[in-house]
């Protein structure tokens, strides 16, 4: 008689995953045989020291950035066949706008148009990729922008706004796209202190709202609250991960122990 394999069934699958992904810049390796998933809902944050290549993990993940070997899934329903039943679609094999859409990144610098105000940034993508009427659009848009708390602000321009403001926008941009999962790499790295919680609060709604995200962040406190598991990478490869009570209390390797020496 077939038995059922208990360890497939119960595992939960995967909406984006990696397996043995590596990646050269010339002959310098910067990724080195990692291996990844991500569950729905699942919020994951990344850590490690600059130049580790948590970075270009991300933007292999999010197809920004090709590899040189292994693969990077991404389940078919999160690119809209609704009837896949847990198949996975290898990206390389389809085309990079079709997989990229699913996903929304959210960088350091927030690459907010300058010349548009907080609005018309939100709407842009919504009228010329979408193809929403302006009405649309701007509704659509007003949503977004009271998501980030930044209703009040929706004609301002950029040079107006502080950079919490600013990356506030820029996220509530991503979130107008309709985005199956979130991406942020170093998110309040640029921010002066004071304006760093207004973002990580506006993270933390929406990791509670149920969103996918991995999140590139040397916010310790923000990974030990938010984060159901957190990675640290050194030089290229994933050296330890696991739940951030565990990571952070008890370090297994004497890289992440230095690591943490040096951000506490
Ligand atoms: P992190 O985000 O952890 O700081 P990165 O992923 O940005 O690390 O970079 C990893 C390594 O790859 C670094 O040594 C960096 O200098 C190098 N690197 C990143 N992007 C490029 C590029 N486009 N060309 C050459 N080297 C790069
Ligand atoms: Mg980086």
Same mark, same amino acid.
């Given at each position: 008689?077939?038995?059922?394999?208990?360890?497939?069934?119960?595992?939960?699958?995967?909406?984006?995953?990696?397996?043995?992904?590596?990646?050269?810049?010339?002959?310098?390796?910067?990724?080195?045989?990692?291996?990844?998933?991500?569950?729905?809902?699942?919020?994951?944050?990344?850590?490690?020291?600059?130049?580790?290549?948590?970075?270009?993990?991300?933007?292999?993940?999010?197809?920004?950035?090709?590899?040189?070997?292994?693969?990077?899934?991404?389940?078919?329903?999160?690119?809209?066949?609704?009837?896949?039943?847990?198949?996975?679609?290898?990206?390389?094999?389809?085309?990079?706008?079709?997989?990229?859409?699913?996903?929304?990144?959210?960088?350091?610098?927030?690459?907010?148009?300058?010349? #548009?105000? =907080?609005? /018309?940034?939100?709407?842009?993508? %919504?009228?010329? +990729?979408?193809?929403?009427? !302006? #009405?649309? =659009?701007? /509704?659509?848009?007003?949503?977004? %922008?009271?998501? +980030?708390?930044?209703?009040? !602000?929706?004609?301002?321009?950029?040079?107006?706004?502080?950079?919490?403001?600013?990356?506030?926008?820029?996220?509530?941009?991503?979130?107008?796209?309709?985005?199956?999962?979130?991406?942020?790499?170093?998110?309040?790295?640029?921010?002066?202190?004071?304006?760093?919680?207004?973002?990580?609060?506006?993270?933390?709604?929406?990791?509670?709202?149920?969103?996918?995200?991995?999140?590139?962040?040397?916010?310790?406190?923000?990974?030990?609250?938010?984060?159901?598991?957190?990675?640290?990478?050194?030089?290229?490869?994933?050296?330890?991960?696991?739940?951030?009570?565990?990571?952070?209390?008890?370090?297994?390797?004497?890289?992440?122990?230095?690591?943490?020496?040096?951000?506490?």
């Amino acid at each position: 008689m077939p038995m059922v394999d208990s360890t497939t069934s119960t595992r939960q699958k995967a909406i984006v995953e990696a397996q043995g992904v590596s990646k050269q810049f010339g002959d310098l390796e910067v990724l080195t045989d990692i291996d990844f998933r991500l569950s729905p809902s699942e919020v994951v944050c990344v850590i490690g020291p600059s130049g580790s290549g948590k970075s270009t993990l991300l933007r292999c993940l999010a197809f920004l950035e090709p590899y040189d070997h292994g693969s990077v899934y991404i389940d078919s329903q999160l690119l809209g066949y609704e009837d896949s039943g847990g198949k996975r679609v290898r990206t390389s094999e389809k085309r990079v706008d079709e997989v990229r859409a699913p996903v929304g990144m959210v960088f350091q610098h927030f690459h907010l148009w300058p010349h #548009r105000t =907080a609005l /018309e940034n939100v709407t842009e993508a %919504l009228r010329l +990729v979408n193809g929403l009427s !302006r #009405r649309e =659009a701007d /509704e659509e848009g007003m949503a977004m %922008l009271e998501q +980030v708390g930044l209703a009040d !602000r929706a004609g301002h321009f950029p040079e107006s706004l502080s950079g919490g403001q600013k990356q506030r926008v820029a996220i509530a941009r991503a979130l107008a796209m309709k985005p199956r999962v979130m991406f942020f790499d170093e998110p309040t790295s640029a921010l002066d202190p004071e304006l760093v919680g207004e973002v990580l609060e506006v993270m933390n709604k929406l990791a509670a709202d149920g969103m996918t995200m991995v999140v590139v962040t040397h916010e310790m406190g923000f990974a030990a609250k938010v984060a159901d598991r957190v990675i640290f990478m050194d030089q290229g490869r994933v050296v330890e991960s696991g739940a951030p009570d565990k990571l952070f209390r008890h370090p297994q390797s004497e890289r992440l122990q230095q690591f943490l020496n040096t951000w506490r």
